[in-house]
């Protein structure tokens, strides 16, 4: 809000930190406003870490602000397709042909941070632990590689193969997949998952955002996270899984998830 450039993409800045403000001021559906903020902030993506804050104009538009009441599932898949999220975690212009070979950061954060978090979880949040006590991870190196490759071929909205990867005023919509660029052999994520449809970037990626939305863990991972911001920061061992339960019953609504809690 203390942005008092005038001129340009700086003012795009301004204006969505203005909007975002007010909104959340004087709109009469103030839950909306809350999930749109708590959207923001597990789908994050930093204002100031990019050349293309238009991207975050249509990102607050079409993730958070679209899908804060929906399914979990529709807003993960938003939040792959968002421009400013890719631009931000480097991977729209991730190309399975690339020399210097494929960029990790989006693979791993879509798990680590966004749906099924570092380790396996019971429903009631606790880890689960192995015959040594240990805790079980839910991904290696090699499932990060794998989905990270599920991402490659995904660029700016309206380019042809030979301008992949280029900006240009269509940029701000949903991102576009060209099968020259993806990668096409089999890819084993999580739990013995292995996708295998080719060139086919479009199925890939919804198979593998499916598994993600279908993980055991992402309901508690995702109750529990809603949990702390509306009600306690400690929930107890018997109310997550209540939560998760309407996570379930739903396919992952989040208004019937927030009704439960």
């Given at each position: ?106 693979g791993r954060e879509v798990m680590q941070l966004f749906s099924i978090g570092l380790v396996e979880r019971n429903q009631d949040f606790s880890p689960v632990l192995d015959g040594s006590g240990q805790t079980v991870p839910t991904y290696d190196s090699a499932v990060v590689a794998a989905m990270s490759r599920v991402f490659t071929g995904w660029t700016y909205a309206g380019q042809t193969d030979a ?99």
């Open positions: 809000i203390a942005d008092t450039e005038e001129d340009g993409l700086l003012l795009l800045r301004r204006e969505l930190s203005h909007s975002t403000f007010l909104r959340a001021l004087h709109s009469k559906r103030q839950l909306q406003e809350v999930m749109v903020d708590f959207w923001a902030n597990h789908f994050n993506v930093f204002l100031y870490d990019t050349a293309y804050e238009h991207l975050q104009v249509a990102d607050n538009r079409t993730v958070a602000r679209a899908h804060a009441l929906g399914r979990f599932a529709d807003l993960l898949s938003a939040s792959a397709h968002s421009p400013a999220m890719l631009v931000y975690l480097n991977n729209a212009r991730s190309n399975a042909n690339s020399a210097d070979g494929v960029n990790e950061n989006y301008n992949y990867g280029r900006v240009d005023g269509r940029s701000y919509a949903p991102m576009e997949c060209h099968p020259a660029y993806h990668d096409d052999q089999p890819k084993a994520i999580f739990r013995g998952i292995v996708i295998a449809n080719g060139n086919d970037c479009a199925a890939t990626l919804e198979r593998a955002l499916d598994a993600l939305s279908q993980h055991p863990n992402t309901a508690p991972f995702i109750s529990r996270q809603l949990i702390q911001r509306f009600v306690t920061s400690n929930p107890s061992p018997g109310y997550i899984p209540r939560a998760g339960q309407a996570w379930s019953t739903s396919g992952g609504d989040i208004g019937r998830v927030l009704r439960a809690i």
